[in-house]
């Protein structure tokens, strides 16, 4: 009775999800509730949860609860600690949660809502959250090894190396183009700046509060901070209408990015307890009281979809950036769907917290399905947004006119009305100066949640409030990665540093530290200011090669996988992480050799500079703006240059993992699988 | 209200292990060692330096 109930409520389940997809998609001419966007991929969620994961925890991954972890066996009441398995699903999402899967669907709602929710929801529960699963799995049964100690020993040499290079490259194209959003959504803005810069001081407060004045009072010290984060959010509007302050506030382009560049420098030369920790605990629970706020609030508004299902830019000419659905869409939206970096989470902390091996299951698939639904959330927050006004706070000036009356006659020849009055009030309702050439995502974002938001309760008056709400929000929890990521990159190049010169290594020799904290700040800031002078707006340029470089990391991740699937089964279960790698790998090929070798200069890299290029030559440049070209043709070549040696990296890991493949199932490479030995578990349940 | 109890036993169980609060209960039993803003600073200078050497996600 109770086995016929189940099936029956799987089966309502599974009819339910294919309705509101097929809802979805098939749609044409009226408005969607996002409501069916909710329904459809949560039922999806559910079911591959059930049916899809279960059957590789059980079939492939042979799970054994009664199998010791690594927490139980090498507890040490530090890294390794056997966690009640819901904690450390909070822990695990907290960790893989970054900005990534809010900006990049904002992005892609270029194309309409239907292409990236599609990919969202398929890429998660057949591809990313398979590639976080299985890494987790891996690593726990190895006692918590790292996703380039596991290529050394599962492919070779030469996967350890070539993951530990492509980590440190990608992260200094992360960290720039996360940087380029915050900075494109501080310009110009008083309020936005005050409320982010008053951040500083309130987290080194929060640092020295813990350091001296009440040590491991962390939950209480966050709580004060939170409160004092909110009213700055007040004052900066005091000091944004304010004739004498709001000029410290209202910063250029360059200006914030050298200002960013100077912070990420202090953040990463200075005591970790003193800015980057207390900053830390507070952009988490931000963080995650902003996605369940942002839940609850699109549950209760139930907003329309403004945005159609597909915009006439699936051509390839959309103005934020270039490039048809195939392959752009798919590398536009990285977290969310599927993301590299999360291979590096699955295979650092949480797997060793498990306690028992079946915890794997929600926690690491279970996570990234609910990554995807902050994605799938942040879809619906850019396409309640009016179309006109999504495209004019995304389009850069260089697109669609340098005036705003210009832009609102471009846009709406589009197809998406506009006007610059309109703009104009919207920007007054939010107190911003204008909304316009707004690039990066961040501000649209903001915009649809306020608008959600505000609809909650408090209506237009409110607008300004929760507008900035979120842009501090954004603004915090990127802050949070760059000053994190450019530490890690610091530690990178040290441990590579140290081959040469063995104090170069050294993590507590001041002059290591301050240099290589430079270089690492060098390498991103450049392609930072890059963005910033980018006519195109920087993000047409950036996202795409972070997309690259993230879903390539992925690529390497899933060979890792495969290489183990193919050692404990044969070429059976290959399929479960082939299928992913093979899809990342056309997408990610293909998209990279278009943005080298693409003819259209929006699009390919050398194109655009020998563009550029032949203007210079001709006499069509203007005196004034020769350095300036020059400048953009070398970048342009410098980021095809990057473009290609992530291709070279990853064609070198594919090309070596395929070798030991081919050599283990014709029986000429050893095959042996490197798990830790098995040991009884005796954890009890009263221990979690 | 059992449920109620342990829905709140885990959200507060995350907010602890979120803000390091039970790592350093678990490092104070694992060493014996009564809370001081010393033995915090030791904690401290052992966790972060971990947690901090990690790469983050995007």
Known sequence: ?688 | MKQARALWRILAGLLKELSDESAYERHLKAHGALHSAEEWRRYCEHRLKAKYSRARCC
Not at chain 1, 347 to 353: A, D, H, L, N
Not at chain 1, 464 to 471: D, E, P, Q, S
Not at chain 1, 615 to 627: E, N, Q, S, T
């Open chain 1, 1 to 688: 009775m109770k086995k016929t109930l189940g099936q029956i409520l799987w089966a309502g389940i599974a009819i339910l999800g294919a309705y509101s997809l097929a809802g979805i998609a098939l749609n044409r001419g009226e408005k969607v509730s996002s409501m069916w966007l909710v329904v459809a991929s949560t039922c999806i969620y559910l079911i591959g949860f059930r049916f899809y994961a279960k059957f590789i925890a059980a079939k492939v991954m042979m799970l054994n609860d009664k199998r010791a972890t690594p927490a139980e066996r090498l507890r040490n009441g530090h890294d390794f600690e056997p966690t009640n398995k819901w904690i450390l699903f909070g822990h695990h999402f907290a960790a893989i949660a970054g900005p990534g899967p809010l900006v990049g669907p904002t992005l892609a709602a270029q194309f309409g809502y239907l292409p990236g929710t599609l990919w969202i929801i398929v890429g998660a529960v057949l591809g990313g959250a398979v590639q976080d699963f299985v890494i987790l799995f891996s690593s726990m049964r190895r006692d918590g090894k790292s996703l380039g100690q596991m290529a050394r020993e599962e492919i070779g040499r030469l996967g350890g190396i070539t993951a530990l290079l492509t980590v440190l490259l990608i992260m200094i194209i992360l960290l720039a183009v996360v940087a380029l959003v915050v900075v494109n959504a501080l310009k110009g803005s008083p309020w936005g700046l005050f409320t982010i810069a008053a951040t500083m001081p309130i987290a080194v407060f929060m640092g020295l509060y813990l350091r001296y004045w009440r040590p491991g009072k962390v939950l209480e010290i966050s709580i004060i901070g939170f409160v004092l984060v909110m009213l700055s959010i007040f004052a900066g509007e005091w000091v944004a209408k304010s004739a004498t302050l709001a000029p410290w506030f209202t910063l250029s382009g360059i200006a914030l990015a050298l200002a960013v560049i100077i912070y990420g420098f202090f953040a990463s030369a200075l005591p970790v307890w003193l800015l980057l920790a207390p900053r830390d605990y507070l952009s988490t629970f931000v963080k995650l009281g902003v996605v369940l706020l942002l839940g609850v609030g699109i549950l209760f508004v139930r907003p329309d979809m403004q945005l159609p299902a597909f915009t006439r830019f699936v051509d390839g000419d959309g103005p934020i950036f270039a490039g048809k659905i195939f392959p752009f869409c798919f590398i536009t939206i990285a977290c969310g769907a599927v993301s590299g970096f999360h291979s590096l989470i699955s295979s650092g902390t949480t797997p060793k917290m498990v306690a028992k091996e079946w915890h794997v299951w929600p926690v690491g698939y279970g996570s990234m399905l609910l990554e995807s639904f902050v994605a799938i959330m942040a879809m619906i927050a850019a396409c309640v947004l009016q179309p006109g006004v999504y495209f004019a706070v995304n389009s850069p000036a260089g697109i669609v006119g340098a005036t705003p009356e210009a832009a609102a006659a471009t846009i709406t020849s589009w197809g998406f009305p506009v006007t610059a009055a309109q703009m104009a009030s919207l920007a007054g309702d939010v107190g911003e100066e204008s909304l316009f050439y707004r690039t990066g995502g961040a501000p649209s974002l903001a915009l649809g949640m306020a608008h959600i938001f505000a609809s909650s309760g408090g209506g237009r008056a409110l607008l300004g409030f929760w507008y900035h709400f979120a842009i501090m929000f954004e603004a915090l929890f990127i802050l949070t990665v760059i000053d994190a990521g450019t530490r890690v990159g610091r530690f990178m190049l040290q441990d590579l540093l140290g081959n040469i010169h063995k104090k170069l290594g050294e993590t507590s020799w001041m002059p290591g530290v301050i240099g290589s904290s430079a270089l690492i700040v060098v390498a991103w800031g450049y392609f930072l200011v890059q963005g910033v002078r980018d006519p195109l707006g920087g993000i047409n340029s950036l996202w795409p090669l972070f997309g690259i470089a993230n879903q390539l990391l992925a690529a390497i991740a899933l060979c890792v996988a495969t290489t183990i699937l193919l050692k404990m089964h044969g070429a059976k279960f290959m399929w479960i992480t082939c299928t992913p790698l093979a899809w990342l790998v056309t997408v990610t090929y293909t998209a990279a050799w278009q943005k080298i070798f693409s003819p259209v200069p929006r699009i390919g890299f050398l194109a655009q500079a020998d563009q550029l290029q032949g203007a210079l030559d001709a006499g069509k440049i203007a005196a004034a703006r020769i350095a300036e070209t020059q400048t953009i043709i070398f970048n342009n070549r410098l980021d095809a240059l990057v473009c290609g040696v992530f291709l070279v990296l990853v064609t070198a890991i594919l090309v070596d993992s395929a070798l030991l493949w081919a050599g283990i199932l014709r029986g000429t490479r050893e095959a042996g699988v490197r798990e830790a030995p098995f040991v009884v578990s005796r954890l009890r349940p009263e221990e979690l």
